[in-house]
């Protein structure tokens, strides 16, 4: 249960002055909804005004703070055009106070003849002085306009000194916490108290150690959350499954395993020999044979007598890996069934039975195959391909439930920065493939402006025409899905009318599982040579005909993402390209990180790259696909902070591994302060 010391923190922001219901939902748009949020909205920078006794004009250009007294008002005669008021300094220069909506605000705060400070961009326009759109105060009352001020991301109808307001307002109910940081920590880096940290960074100049604090608080939050998640695995015993070759020698594979396959599949037996569960990341870019490396981990389990268990994160890849199994597994007697979503009634049922007495030794499914009704005789390895919908929240969540966790594996073909890795899978062994199966050609990737989406479209004629088989990317529309399917239709539609009706075929994630999958299925044999798509088909599948692909909207995509896209094509012997389609108006960074992807082929220099140029300072936040988003840390400080905090929390658990005394306590708090309420759940009682 979350301490009642943080409950003004989680109240709605209902609760603060003047906020209704109007007001919260454009706070919503923000990412707030609770006093906390409000807490740890940041400012994104800060304003200088310069205040001055007159107007002059070495002033233009400034934001000034001046008193003026307003003597005239002019509205257009249309109702459209601006309303001016006109007003003037000690000195007799006429200012014109600009507006372009809300007239009636305007004359009700400016009255004629009596004094306003006023703020805002003092511009030359024509022969007048004029500010558009100043901020107005009434001299000694209410909020007057500060020198410095901090700046902080809006929206349409909120103003700064909104928001600032109730910044303030957050921060006066905001308690003192107990201090989760080691003593000789905060002394050295000289940070204060966190309730202070929080009022200096919403104060401009912010101080860069308050800064530091508080996002040290979360990666420690962060990393005491990974390590319990570790602790409470290890803690368990499960059953051994050294394995005995059997089958893994019967499996009849058309190529040899790379060196480091066969590394990493050492490593992972080794794990799986011992009774304390395996809990093993697999990294390899796109492509590098982790498929096999859990096939030949699942016959480990079934040659020990074992059950094995392959999560996917989508019903076409759960397919695709089923098919895959089938082919490989069939001859050599090992039972594999597919549970999904979609398997009802007695196919379902078939498939209970099987699990529940053992017949079927290998499953493969969604998130289906987790749930509670499904019970296996003997589960003794699970595997998670494509771990980057399987984020930290996710994997809190499975370990409160489990209570005899198998033995775990986690295959990402995301390349994470090995800063971030810590951050990320923390609680986790690490296996990288870091070699390529022999004889693949890299993709060539060009990019070329949308002008020239014509000559495109016609190189794709003459692809196809030669029996190849292409990708046609769509762009992501932001936030809505729904448009994201629209766009694929439009552009479906019109490659339809150039190529017909039956060569072309449409997937996006509004589409029903079954249709889905007869689309994907016919491009998969060749019936379809031109698949339209949105990001639906990023992970995992597996065409190696298709040997183009072209992205509309590249720069609208992060780097990582184009990458695991670009992964769909090279699975081939033949050459293939991929070009990305960019907009005109590119911003410099937008080029540059386009032309990497056209430098290099390697997902670990992509992810590396794509971190520096998001920028220093900019804060981890970014919620894609289920990685850790910190609401102040920012990459650098996850590689400054990451390893201090790990040991600081490992230390604090070996001496109160129940977490029970004064600190222990404290770091209670902030688990609960960053909503790392399933990892209290794992803390060892007692
Ligand atoms: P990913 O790591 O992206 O999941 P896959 O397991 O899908 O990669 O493998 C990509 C392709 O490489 C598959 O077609 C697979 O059959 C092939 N492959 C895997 N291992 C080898 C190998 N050692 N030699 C040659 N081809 C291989
Ligand atoms: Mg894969």
Redesign the pocket.
Known sequence: MRPDILNPLFTEVEALKGVGPQVAKLLKKLDVTRVVDLLYHLPSGSIERVRAPSASMALLGHIVILDLKPFQTRESRSGRGPMRVFASDGDGNTISLVYFNNPGWAKRSLPIGQVRTVSGKLEQYGEEWQIIHPEVSEPGKGVQPAVREAVYPLTEGLTNRRVGELVREALERAPELPEWIEPSLAARECWSAWRTSLALIHREPATADARKRLAYDEIFANQLALLLLRQSQRRHRTAPLPGTGELTATLK??????GA?RRVIEEIRGDMAQSAPMLRLLQ?????????VAVLAMLTAVESGAQAALLAPTEILARQHHATLLGQLDGIGVRVAILTGREKGRARDSVLMGLADGSINILVGTHAIFQEKVAYKKLGLAVI?EQHRFGVSQRLLLASKAEYPPHLLV?T?TPIPRTLTLTQYGEMDVSR?DEM???RTPVETRVISEEKLSDVVDGLGRHIAGGGQAYWVCPLVEESEKSDAAAAEESARILKLRFGDGKVGLVHGRMKGPDKDSVMARFAAGDLAVLVATTVIEV?V?V?NATLMIVEGAERFGLAQLHQLR?RVG?GAGKSTCLLIRSQNLTEVGRARLSLMRETNDGFRIAEEDLRMRGPGEILGTRQSGEEAFRCATAEDVETLAPIAQSDAQLLLDRDGGLSGPRGQAARTCLYLFERDQAVGLIRSG
């Open positions: 594979l058309p190529y040899q395993l790379t396959q390899g870019d796109v492509g590098s044979g982790k498929t096999l391909d295959m073909a493939i199966p022999p004889g995992g597996d190696p992964g699975r």
